[in-house]
C-alpha cells in the first residue's frame, strides 16, 4: 500500500444513533433560543425614544467632563483638565525622565536534595586529614604503620 492511500473505517451503529441525536438536541435548541425572543412584544416608539434621548444625553456630559477644566474636589484641591491637556502634560513628564535600570533578577534558591536532609548529624570524618593542607598538620600526612 502507497502513501498516498487512506482508509476510513466506517463509522458503527451506535456512532450514527449518537451524532443522530446530538443533531435533534442542537436543532430543539436553536428553536428554544429563537423561540423566547420571538414572543417578546417590539418596544414602543416612546421607549426608543426616551432611551436614545438618554444616550445623547450621556455622551454630551463625557464630552463636556472630557474637555473642561473644573473642581473635582475643591476641599483637597483636585481639579480636572481637558484629556489633551492631560496626555501633552504626561508625554512632556515621559520625555524629561531618564530611564531607570531594572532591578536585579534573582533566581529562587536551590533547595537541597532530600537525601542530603536523611544524612546524620555526625558524620564520619571521611578523609579530613588527608584533605588538610602539610603546612597545617604535617603529622597527618605520614600514614601510620601497625607495629
Do not use: C
Amino acid at each position: 500500500m502507497s502513501h498516498s492511500e487512506v482508509h476510513f473505517a466506517k463509522p458503527s451503529g451506535w456512532f450514527l444513533v449518537w451524532m443522530l441525536i446530538l443533531l435533534v438536541g442542537a436543532a430543539f435548541a436553536v428553536k428554544l433560543l429563537l423561540g423566547v425572543n420571538a414572543n417578546q412584544p417590539p418596544e414602543d416608539a416612546a421607549r426608543i425614544e426616551e432611551r436614545l434621548k438618554a444616550r445623547d444625553e450621556l455622551a454630551a456630559a463625557n464630552e463636556t467632563r472630557l474637555n473642561t477644566y473644573g473642581w473635582t474636589d475643591q476641599a483637597a484641591g483636585a481639579v480636572q483638565i481637558p484629556i489633551t491637556v492631560a496626555m501633552e502634560l504626561t508625554l512632556a513628564d515621559l520625555k524629561n525622565r531618564q530611564p531607570e535600570p531594572a532591578g536585579p533578577i534573582v533566581p529562587p534558591a536551590e533547595t537541597a536534595p532530600a537525601a542530603a536532609e536523611e544524612t546524620p548529624a555526625t558524620a564520619p570524618a571521611s578523609s579530613e586529614a588527608n584533605t588538610a593542607p602539610a603546612s597545617e598538620n604535617p603529622a597527618a600526612a605520614i600514614p601510620s604503620s601497625p607495629q
